[in-house]
């Protein structure tokens, strides 16, 4: 058990396994993604409620059916997963009563004994953060959990979680889990930054390929009929979205990288990033993020995709 938590460069995030990815497919990435230093795993117990038939703890069996078969592997990753979100009527939230009702099926689902982070997925306005946080406070005494963080907090409610824990010396929210990528800036960068620099939050982004539309795989609305994403992308199919497109094409080439590597390498360079999530179904997409990881955009082209992702 690590207590000084280390997050790979990027993330592999794992709403992917049981849904667009079945089991053999899953374990052949998560292997390659640990032989290539990709070795932290973000899932949630909610992964992949969205998907008809799917009860939620889909990915988290997954993972568990990975790590029952090869148990060495659990010492070299770091696990995160989340709670909070509703996969029942009954089953959703944040109280104490049921966060310790789901980290026992999540730890379950996973196979282990304990999670590297533990995740607020979605703040609950019917449960006081004060009995949220003494829910972790064991957990974190039990064993059963390392470190704790949140996602989808407003500002606000992030700052207030911070203050209960300084003030009432429960445990902190130690890493924040915000949307963000070159065509999602404006909220993480006005709302939470400031919060995270001044608390040294460790910050991991989710839709960090924005669905992939930062991969410059869908450049037409029509292309985008099959996609199980249409819905999350048809947004960003607007003049900054294409400009934002177009100047990486033309860093394609001085780089000899896909615009997804490019991307990644961006946030990567962001004030207060630990790392951007990324979900792959290919080993040639987990070959790309192994190159964005060693990706060094020189400062006047990050300050220029920066200037055309400006909202």
């Given at each position: 058990?690590?207590?000084?938590?280390?997050?790979?460069?990027?993330?592999?995030?794992?709403?992917?396994?049981?849904?667009?990815?079945?089991q053999?497919?899953?374990?052949?990435?998560?292997?390659?993604?640990?032989?290539?230093?990709?070795n932290?795993?973000?899932?949630?117990?909610?992964?992949?409620?969205?998907?008809?038939?799917?009860?939620?703890?889909?990915?988290?069996?997954?993972?568990?059916?990975?790590?029952?078969?090869?148990?060495?592997?659990?010492?070299?990753?770091?696990?995160?997963?989340?709670?909070?979100?509703?996969?029942?009527?009954?089953?959703?939230?944040?109280?104490?009563?049921?966060?310790?009702?789901?980290?026992?099926?999540?730890?379950?689902?996973?196979?282990?004994?304990?999670?590297?982070?533990?995740?607020?997925?979605?703040?609950?306005?019917?449960?006081?953060?004060?009995e949220?946080?003494?829910?972790?406070?064991?957990?974190?005494?039990?064993?059963?959990?390392?470190?704790?963080?949140?996602?989808?907090?407003?500002?606000?409610?992030?700052?207030?979680?911070?203050?209960?824990?300084?003030?009432?010396?429960?445990?902190?929210?130690?890493?924040?889990?915000?949307?963000?990528?070159?065509?999602?800036?404006?909220?993480?960068?006005?709302?939470?930054?400031?919060?995270?620099?001044?608390?040294?939050?460790?910050?991991?982004?989710?839709?960090?390929?924005?669905?992939?539309?930062?991969?410059?795989?869908?450049?037409h609305?029509e292309?985008?009929?099959?996609?199980?994403?249409?819905?999350?992308?048809?947004?960003?199919?607007?003049?900054?979205?294409?400009?934002?497109l177009?100047?990486?094409d033309?860093?394609?080439?001085?780089?000899?990288?896909?615009?997804?590597?490019?991307?990644?390498?961006?946030?990567?360079?962001?004030?207060?990033?630990?790392?951007?999530?990324?979900?792959?179904?290919?080993?040639?997409?987990?070959?790309?993020?192994?190159?964005?990881?060693?990706?060094?955009?020189?400062?006047?082209d990050?300050?220029?995709?920066?200037?055309?992702?400006?909202?």
């Amino acid at each position: 058990m690590n207590q000084s938590l280390e997050f790979s460069k990027i993330i592999f995030g794992g709403n992917i396994f049981g849904w667009t990815v079945g089991q053999q497919q899953s374990f052949k990435l998560l292997d390659y993604a640990l032989d290539h230093g990709i070795n932290t795993i973000d899932t949630a117990d909610m992964y992949s409620t969205w998907v008809e038939g799917h009860q939620g703890g889909e990915s988290e069996t997954v993972i568990g059916q990975w790590l029952q078969q090869t148990p060495s592997h659990r010492d070299k990753i770091t696990l995160i997963t989340k709670v909070g979100a509703p996969l029942t009527e009954d089953k959703k939230g944040l109280s104490k009563k049921y966060i310790k009702q789901a980290v026992e099926a999540s730890l379950m689902r996973l196979n282990t004994d304990y999670l590297d982070v533990y995740l607020s997925h979605y703040p609950d306005e019917n449960t006081r953060i004060e009995e949220t946080l003494s829910a972790y406070a064991d957990l974190i005494a039990e064993g059963k959990v390392i470190k704790i963080g949140a996602s989808n907090y407003s500002g606000e409610q992030l700052q207030q979680a911070l203050a209960i824990s300084a003030s009432q010396g429960l445990p902190k929210y130690e890493i924040f889990q915000p949307g963000y990528s070159l065509v999602e800036r404006e909220q993480y960068e006005t709302e939470y930054l400031p919060t995270c620099e001044a608390n040294h939050l460790k910050v991991i982004t989710y839709f960090s390929l924005a669905a992939g539309f930062l991969s410059g795989k869908y450049r037409h609305l029509e292309q985008l009929k099959q996609s199980a994403r249409k819905r999350q992308l048809e947004r960003y199919f607007n003049e900054r979205g294409l400009n934002i497109l177009n100047t990486m094409d033309q860093l394609k080439e001085k780089y000899q990288a896909e615009l997804s590597e490019i991307a990644l390498a961006w946030t990567m360079a962001q004030p207060r990033i630990t790392a951007p999530i990324a979900s792959a179904t290919s080993t040639a997409q987990l070959d790309s993020f192994v190159k964005a990881m060693t990706l060094q955009l020189d400062s006047a082209d990050i300050k220029w995709l920066s200037q055309v992702s400006q909202y």
